[in-house]
């Protein structure tokens, strides 16, 4: 029994000294997949259905669906189908729609999660999941908004970090 005990006490010891040893020390993570793409949103206003690539399908205001609701934009819905590209050319070749990718370097989808203040420059969003190539991936998205031109275009710069690739 007293050999046991000691043996115990023995690994508590080791434990207590290896967690004391590592706790300072934060563990860098670097990307295994790192990608840059441009999204580009043309939203509906009554007057661009050719063009439009977005429309607002839920609105607080009176069920306004050709203006976004003021200030914060809070309580809008809107569907996407914007062209996403490789550079910030809305005419460039698209390399895939609202995320779904679709390119000889990646097919696929990604799946964010997150507020998305658009007002905001830069902000943070997180990647939780995807299909195809991005199957299982989680990351960080930095998304900067590229340009703004009232509430008809806007084009997002996405950053791209995935920290756990299967």
């Known amino acids: 029994m007293r050999a046991r005990s000691s043996v115990i006490l023995l ?31 043309i939203i509906y206003n009554g007057k661009n259905a050719e063009n439009a690539t977005a429309a607002i399908v839920g609105a607080p205001q009176g069920a306004n669906l050709t203006k976004l609701a003021d200030q914060f934009h809070f309580g809008n819905v809107v569907v996407f189908d914007d062209p996403i590209t490789l550079d910030n050319n809305l005419h460039s070749k698209p390399v895939g729609y609202t995320f ?13 999660m997150g507020a998305d203040p658009i007002m905001q ?16 991936h989680r990351g ?27």
């Open 140 to 166: 960080v998205a930095t998304i900067m908004t590229d340009a703004f031109e009232g509430e008809v275009y806007f084009r997002l710069r996405v950053d791209i970090n995935l920290y756990e690739c299967w």
């Open 100 to 112: 779904v990718l679709n390119s000889t370097d990646y097919q696929g989808t990604l799946n964010f």
């Open 11 to 41: 690994f508590f010891f080791l434990y207590l000294f290896m967690s004391c040893a590592f706790a300072g020390k934060k563990k860098q993570y670097k990307p295994c997949k790192h990608l840059v793409l441009y999204f580009h949103d």
């Open 121 to 136: 420059k830069m902000r943070d969003i997180s990647v939780v999941s995807g299909t195809g190539d991005f199957f299982m």
